[in-house]
């Protein structure tokens, strides 16, 4: 297992020995498009899931999303996004009025996105290959992860740095006499989602992303802290979080590059989980590599096979009696097509193929296909 981890912090690394000159990345959040007054984008996915099996196909209107901001001046704006999930599903998941001091700085506060990772930030379907996002930014991160904070962000261009550190309302893990958190998914059931958050602590989330050698990105994350409690005189009713995460994306020509590994540890799952009876692990680890290859075709269309390989354990460790589970031990290969017909519009297919450590399963198949747009 370390074997395996040290491996895919060598190929992470291994990006920056690779970068040559290129154009820089052109992903800009809705926040840097803003014009005067009133700005309106979006985005949405709709999906076709298909399980090699007897079970039925799925599809569905997976995500449709409102972007809404507006700019008061050339300092002060607001950023928000409602997304709609499943065509019955309304969520707000940002909304933040952002003060820019100056070039270099600016000051956040408000619903916003914990800065971990690739996909959390930057989740649009039209910037990721692939029809679901992967898997790593559902079981470990979790995307799409944001809470209430306020903090600052910037860059400091003599370095090629660009920073961001805020305060954040944590996870919620035990509330109305029930625990939340468990081993299957680690945190994904215990985002507050700006949702009358309870809040007992504030978190630390820090990010800083080196952008100093043309098509290379390179992003070191932390998040420290822990879970919230409505009853904090409950022992054991919360846990510490510890998580890190190392993130690489490289473009040369045609070709992409993009990985990112993270890591999570918690204290206290011991007594968590004897007075839940959740099973939460006290160890969480994730990491994926991918490679695509495009083909311009006429004007801004691409054909771009892509291949990415997964890996995502939410019990690499546990506390006390509990015995590591071995079907949260998971890897996947996936593989596809992305077909860009516009700038923000693209047809996607590909096929999956999920394992886990449990002795003599089998492996688990799905074909996907669907559109993304993006404006």
Do not use: C
Not at 75 to 101: D, W
Not at 109 to 120: E, F, H, K
Not at 266 to 277: A, H, K, Q, S, V
């Amino acid at each position: 297992m370390k074997k395996i981890r040290l491996a895919a912090t060598a190929l992470l690394i291994g990006f920056i020995a690779f970068a040559q000159e290129n154009s820089n990345e052109n992903t800009q959040s809705f926040g840097n498009k803003l014009i005067d007054g009133v700005s309106i984008g979006g985005y949405a996915q709709i999906d076709y899931n298909e399980p090699d099996g007897s079970a039925p196909g799925k599809l569905d209107v997976h995500r449709m999303i409102m972007y809404l901001g507006y700019k008061f001046n050339d300092k002060v704006s607001f950023i928000s996004e409602i997304e709609y999930e499943h065509v019955s599903e309304l969520y707000v998941e940002q909304a933040y009025l952002k003060y820019k001091a100056n070039e270099n700085f600016n000051v956040l506060a408000g619903l916003m996105l914990v800065p971990m990772g690739i996909i959390n930030e930057y989740h649009e379907p039209t910037t990721f290959y692939g029809v679901e996002r992967p898997n790593v930014d559902n079981f470990i991160v979790p995307t799409t992860w944001r809470e209430i904070g306020v903090g600052f962000s910037g860059k400091i261009d003599n370095a090629s740095l660009k920073y961001q550190a805020y305060l954040f309302n944590g996870f919620k893990s035990y509330a109305a006499g029930a625990g939340i958190l468990r081993g299957s998914d680690g945190f994904r059931k215990g985002r507050q989602k700006g949702a009358e958050s309870i809040v007992n602590s504030p978190n630390l989330s820090a990010k800083l992303d080196y952008y100093g050698i043309t098509g290379l990105r390179l992003g070191l994350s932390g998040y420290f802290g822990k879970t919230q409690t409505d009853n904090t005189a409950i022992e054991g009713s919360t846990v510490g979080i510890s998580m890190i995460g190392f993130d690489a994306r490289y473009k040369y020509n045609n070709l992409e590059l993009r990985g990112q590994y993270i890591h999570t540890n918690l204290t206290d799952t011991e007594d968590y989980n004897l007075l839940t009876g959740k099973d939460l692990g006290s160890e969480m680890y994730g990491f994926y590599g991918e490679v695509a290859y495009s083909f311009n075709l006429k004007g801004v269309e691409k054909l771009t096979p892509f291949l990415r390989y997964e890996k995502h354990n939410t019990h690499a460790s546990t506390a006390g009696n509990l015995v590591a589970n071995d079907a949260f031990d998971r890897d996947e290969i996936i593989f596809g097509l992305n077909y860009k017909v516009a700038n923000g519009a693209a047809f996607k297919i590909d096929y999956q193929l999920m394992n886990n450590a449990v002795a003599g399963s089998d492996t688990a198949k799905v074909f996907n296909a669907g559109v993304a747009v993006s404006f």
